[in-house]
């Protein structure tokens, strides 16, 4: 039982290039979050998904795309990298978000230049 | 609309000393509320949260909150800190919107020294 892991923990890219992040969890939960996170502004909620085949936005979704295609995997994507999008994203899943704890990945650091 | 203000950015604390870390919150509906840790370069673990019922809600590692409605205040707190409870903490509450998920206030640094 891994939990939740996050691929890849870091990577660097130049803006208006193109990448997917990759969140996996084994514990067949329903729920899956993306969060970023930035100095001194606590975790903002991007992107989630109530169930496979769903997904909705958050509070600051614009310039990423997701994908629930398997109930395991929660994708990420960003279409055109901006220096903005510098940040630690976190994945989290639940089975029962309000009854269970949200688990949380150990976090992809993305540096935008 | 819910929001979660925590008072205080950094909280400097003697080791064996008791700590109070604030958090506040805003809500025109019924909410849930929790208390994350992040150590550093990790992710976050609960700590504790409300649900319902007794408004005292103890955690790990010795934290406990106090749920007060009337002040709309969640409030965590420890008798007696150690070195390794040195952290960043995070107040989040959560209702139905949004699919459950947190909506995180923007952290309280604690830092615990010899």
């Known amino acids: 039982n891994a939990g939740v892991t996050q691929t890849p923990k870091f990577r660097v890219l130049k803006t208006g290039q193109s990448m997917t992040l990759l969140c996996a969890q084994d514990?067949?939960?329903?729920?899956m979050y993306w969060y970023r996170q930035d100095p001194g502004m606590g975790l903002r909620l991007i992107h989630y998904s109530v169930g496979e085949g769903t997904t909705a936005k958050g509070e600051v979704p614009d310039g990423y795309n997701v994908s629930r295609l398997k109930k395991q995997n929660f994708l990420l994507g960003l279409e055109s990298a901006a220096p903005s999008q510098t940040s630690v994203y976190f994945c989290?899943?639940?089975?029962?978000?309000?009854?269970?704890?949200?688990?949380f990945g150990p976090g992809t650091r993305l540096l935008v230049l | 609309a819910q929001s979660v203000t925590q008072l205080d950015s950094q909280v400097p604390v003697f080791e064996e000393a008791p700590v109070e870390l604030r958090c506040n919150y805003s809500s025109s509906v019924s909410v849930y509320l929790f208390w994350y840790v992040q150590y550093p370069n990790q992710g976050l673990q609960l700590l504790l949260k409300y649900l319902s019922g007794s408004t005292l809600v103890k955690g790990i590692n010795g934290f406990e909150a106090e749920f007060n409605k009337s002040q709309t205040s969640f409030h965590l707190r420890k008798p007696s800190v150690h070195i390794s409870d040195t952290a960043e903490y995070f107040c989040?509450?959560?209702?139905?919107?949004?699919?459950?998920?947190?909506?995180f206030g923007k952290g309280t640094s604690l830092l615990v020294t010899p």
């Open positions: 989290a899943s639940s089975l029962n978000p309000v009854q269970e704890t949200q688990y």
């Open positions: 989040a509450v959560t209702n139905s919107n949004s699919g459950y998920a947190l909506n």
């Open positions: 514990m067949n939960h329903e729920y």
